[in-house]
């Protein structure tokens, strides 16, 4: 039964989608600035961890461990260095600038490792699985996909949550000029959201890495995954991702079967189904602005 | 928009115009500028050159539709790559695979964009900000995966265009030459005179402040809808000149979004907001692309450095530059101030209308 293990394989996917989604949707919802650079940097995660692999030899999933405070750096210092500069100019600045970013970040891994796809080699991980009923196996590369991705978005609700710096950063979501006055410096706020959203974009892009084949240009299609999850889940909602990220997942590996020559087309039509009906997503929450 | 704006008291009248000197001398150069190009292919220019202009010209025509969109309606969008090979794809269907030739094929390619357009804005008005830019790029890629689906448009191979056969290459490259300095003049004179009407004070006013434009009574949803549908067309025109100049249309390089990317940096680098902006940017883009584009991909980097640089600290463009802050006009939109008030009163109050263009002595009221 091909179909259920499609509908599988793609519930497994969303985790991937969730990862992906999940950075998105913290920068937007802490400083309302949507990062067009997002699929471009979860590559340069992907490329980080490949470049680790060939030249120190580490086990590809230890790479992860490096990959994140790099990209955290990485983070950091492009929203203290250029987004929060962007961000105080006029209304299309921040938007503008992302858009020139991806563009940068494109070319230059472009120029750096040609347009070659390339991909993070895991060996028998990689099609290894476990046999659940005859016609359905759940490979053990994408449920530790899935599984990294649920703890992650759990990690990062209860980050937000419960913690000091979270609760700053859902209070400069709330009201900037409210946070500011009860002594809450938002351009470092602003910057730890950020490196917090490339962290995670990183462990998505090595994720991407070891699942499939990647070149430079590949980041377009992953940020439009990311932005479509957001989108389905509902904005605000860290939940609502993850199940936007499972329901795009089925849509992808479906509709891959339905439109093997365009694989996506399904998943954009799911979007724009449920942006028609549902415009405010699966799990609205009120969000300000 | 009136004529006059007039405080509360009476006596005290200001007089107000929109044409300076700067745009009347503006306007005759546009005019011998064209009629120059027009007459080009009889004297000076070569085959060759008018394949070269002719890429420019479309390259004005994008750069003019992402302004009209971004700089006075305030909508970015990265999905305009859909409307060029709406363009190209439908001047292909309608003037071969319909028989309908090539005038009536480039009008009905006009007309499906413009459909198209205003049928997805149903969908992309739902979404707003940088939200909205990504939404209309899905939409962009869903019509291009869509369009590769049917195999009488040439499915994922593509398809070429056979009107011009039978014209000797000579004719041909000159009546597209022709067609795509008529298609600028018609894009920038429509967008000049959209700006001038009621409906461009409306969609400043929607860029600025879009609650506030509401309660003064602008439509904003329609404003909207219409900068959008005529970007649209602009986009499919440049569509249809693609489809000419290169004869064949290949679904991967017309949907392309790197077209958009392109649109982004000529506005960017010319000065948004501008008639004049982006048609400087067309040029500098142009220029760089003929002259600088074989440095290979580090042209792109270049290009994207110069264009953040560009937003963060010279947010007005070359054109901003030459025309020392906005003070130069060659095609005004606005209103400017031709007989200062005299009360202490009214000097402060017409120049508080205008945020972004308080440059005395002109106190121009261009955002009104």
């Known amino acids: ?289 | 928009m009136s004529v006059t704006l007039s405080d509360s008291t009476a006596a005290n009248r200001a007089r107000v115009q929109r044409s300076t000197r700067a745009s009347l001398v503006g306007l005759v150069v546009s005019i011998i500028v064209v009629a120059a190009l027009a007459y080009g292919p009889y004297a000076f220019l070569s085959k060759g050159n008018q394949q070269n202009l002719t890429t420019l010209f479309i390259y004005i025509i994008l750069g003019t539709m992402w302004n009209l969109l971004a700089g006075y309606a305030g909508m970015v969008s990265i999905g305009q790559q859909a409307f060029i090979g709406i363009g190209a794809y439908g001047i292909v269907y309608a003037a071969d695979i319909l028989g309908l030739g090539l005038w009536i094929g480039l009008v009905l390619a006009l007309v499906i964009s413009g459909i198209v357009a205003h049928l997805v804005s149903f969908l992309a008005f739902r979404l707003s900000g940088g939200y909205f830019a990504i939404g209309t790029w899905v939409i962009a890629e869903v019509i291009y995966l869509i369009t590769t689906q049917f195999d009488t448009l040439g499915a994922g191979a593509g398809i070429s265009l056979t009107t011009f056969r039978g014209y000797k290459p000579e004719i041909r490259i000159a009546v597209v030459y022709w067609i795509a300095l008529a298609a600028v003049v018609v894009a920038v004179a429509v967008t000049y005179l959209l700006l001038r009407s009621r409906l461009g004070a409306g969609f400043t006013a929607v860029r600025d402040d879009a609650t506030a434009a509401a309660t003064l009574g602008v439509n904003v949803t329609r404003s909207r809808r219409i900068a959008w549908v005529v970007a649209a067309m602009g986009c499919g025109l440049a569509g249809t000149l693609l489809a000419m100049t290169t004869l064949n249309v290949q679904p991967g390089s017309v949907f392309k979004i790197q077209w958009t990317a392109f649109m982004i940096f000529i506005v960017i680098i010319g000065g948004i907001g501008t008639i004049e902006g982006p048609i400087i940017g067309a040029i500098v883009f142009y220029a760089l692309e003929r002259y600088v584009g074989d440095v290979g991909f580090w042209y792109l980097v270049i290009l994207g450095i110069i264009a953040i640089a560009m937003v963060l600290f010279l947010p007005k463009g070359l054109w901003g530059l030459i025309s020392r802050g906005g003070r130069l006009q060659l095609f005004p939109t606005g209103l400017r101030l031709a007989t200062p008030l005299v009360t202490p009163l009214a000097t402060p109050l017409a120049t508080t209308t205008s945020p972004t263009s308080g440059t005395p002595p002109t106190t121009s009221a261009e955002d009104l």
Do not use: C
């Open chain 1, 1 to 289: 039964m091909q179909w259920a293990n499609a509908v599988v394989q793609g519930l497994l996917l969303g985790g991937l989608y969730a990862l992906l989604a999940a950075g998105l949707s913290l920068m937007f919802g802490v400083m309302r600035l949507v990062n067009l650079a997002h699929g471009a940097l979860a590559i340069v995660g992907a490329y980080l961890g490949y470049v680790l692999v060939q030249k120190t030899g580490l086990p590809p999933f230890a790479t992860i461990i490096v990959v994140i405070p790099l990209m955290a750096a990485i983070g950091w210092l492009l929203q203290s260095a250029l987004l929060n500069t962007a961000l105080n100019k006029q209304a299309l600045a921040p938007i503008l600038v992302t858009f020139g970013l991806a563009v940068i970040l494109q070319n230059v891994m472009l120029q750096l490792f040609t347009a070659d796809y390339r991909s993070i080699q895991v060996g028998d991980l990689a099609g290894a699985s476990i046999q659940i009923t005859p016609d359905i196996a759940i490979g053990v590369f994408p449920l530790m996909t899935f599984v990294v991705g649920v703890i992650v978005i759990a990690a990062l609700q209860q980050y937000l949550a419960r913690t000091k710096t979270g609760r700053a950063m859902r209070a400069t979501s709330d009201d900037r000029e409210a946070a500011t006055l009860m002594g809450i410096d938002n351009k470092s706020i602003y910057a730890l959201a950020t490196a917090i959203a490339l962290a995670i974009v990183g462990i998505a892009g090595v994720f991407i890495g070891i699942k499939t084949q990647f070149n430079a240009y590949s980041g377009d299609t992953y940020l439009i995954f990311a932005f479509e999850a957001v989108i389905i889940g509902g904005l605000g909602s860290l939940w609502g991702t993850l199940a936007g990220g499972m329901i795009l997942g089925v849509a992808t590996t479906v509709g891959a079967q339905l439109f093997p020559s365009s694989g996506t087309l399904l998943a954009d039509l799911v979007f724009l189904a449920i942006l028609v009906f549902l415009p405010t997503g699966l799990f609205p929450k009120v969000v300000n602005g």
